[in-house]
C-alpha cells in the first residue's frame, strides 16, 4: 500500500511539472524560433503518456488520475470554478433553483463533441445514469432523485434536500459530460480545446 501511494505521489508531482512546462510553452514567442509549435505536441504527449501509462483507462469516472484528461482540456464539466472560488457555467448556460427540491438546468446549444456528435440533454443524463449504474456516484450524488430531460437543453432535477451547493459540484471531474458514442477503451471523446487523436506505442 505504501508503494502504491509513494508511486502515485511521484505522478501526480510529475504531471504538475509537465503542467507547468505546457503554461511555459505558451508564453514563449514562437514565430521567432520556429520551434514553439513542435515544444509543444510534445509536451502535450509527455503528459498524455503519464496520464495513460499510471491510469491504463480513459475513463474519467474510475480514476484520479484520469481527470487530467479533463484537467487538459479534453472533456468538460457543466461548471468550472473560476479565478475568485466561483461556480461558473462551462457546458451549462445556467441552472435555477425553482424551489428547495428543484432545480431547472439550461445547456448551452451549438456544442458538439469531438467525433461530431451533438452536446445536449442526452449526452448529460448519459453520463449521470453511467455514473449511477457503476456505482461510482456513490455518497457523492445520492441526494439526486431524479435528472429528467424537459427539451433537447433543458433538465429538470429533484433532490432530497434543499442543496445550495450543486453547482459546486457540477465542477467535480466525474461529472465530465462524455459523448453517448465512448468507448472508453482507446479514446475519450469529449468537448474540450483538445481531442484525442490517437493512442502512441509508449
Avoid at 445556467?94 to 424551489?99: L, T, V
Avoid at 445514469?129 to 457503476?134: E, G, K, M, S
Avoid at 465542477?171 to 465512448?182: D, H, L, M, Q, R
Avoid at 468507448?183 to 484525442?196: N, R, S, V
Wanted: aromatic share 12%.
Amino acid at each position: 500500500m505504501r508503494n502504491r501511494w509513494m508511486r502515485l505521489t511521484a505522478v501526480l508531482a510529475a504531471a504538475a511539472m509537465l503542467g507547468g512546462m505546457l503554461a511555459g510553452c505558451g508564453s514563449n514567442d514562437s514565430s521567432k524560433s520556429g520551434k514553439g509549435e513542435t515544444g509543444k505536441v510534445q509536451q502535450n504527449e509527455d503528459i498524455a503518456k503519464f496520464i495513460y501509462q499510471v491510469t491504463d483507462s480513459f475513463d474519467t469516472s474510475i480514476n484520479y488520475i484520469a481527470a487530467s484528461w479533463v484537467t487538459y482540456g479534453v472533456a468538460e464539466t457543466l461548471f468550472e470554478v473560476d479565478e475568485e472560488g466561483n461556480a461558473v457555467p462551462l457546458l451549462a448556460d445556467s441552472m435555477e433553483m425553482k424551489d428547495d427540491l428543484h432545480w431547472t438546468l439550461k445547456l448551452k446549444e451549438g456544442i458538439k463533441f469531438h467525433d461530431g456528435t451533438p452536446f445536449n440533454a442526452d449526452a448529460v443524463l448519459f453520463t449521470f445514469d453511467r455514473l449511477a449504474a457503476t456505482g461510482e456516484i456513490g455518497g457523492n450524488f445520492d441526494f439526486i432523485v431524479s435528472m429528467d430531460k424537459k427539451d433537447d437543453y433543458t433538465i429538470e432535477i429533484t433532490t432530497t434536500e434543499a442543496y445550495g451547493a450543486l453547482k459546486e459540484r457540477f465542477c467535480e471531474y466525474k461529472t465530465a459530460i462524455v459523448s453517448p458514442t465512448n468507448k472508453f477503451e482507446d479514446t475519450l471523446i469529449g468537448t474540450g480545446p483538445f481531442k484525442f487523436k490517437n493512442l502512441l506505442n509508449f
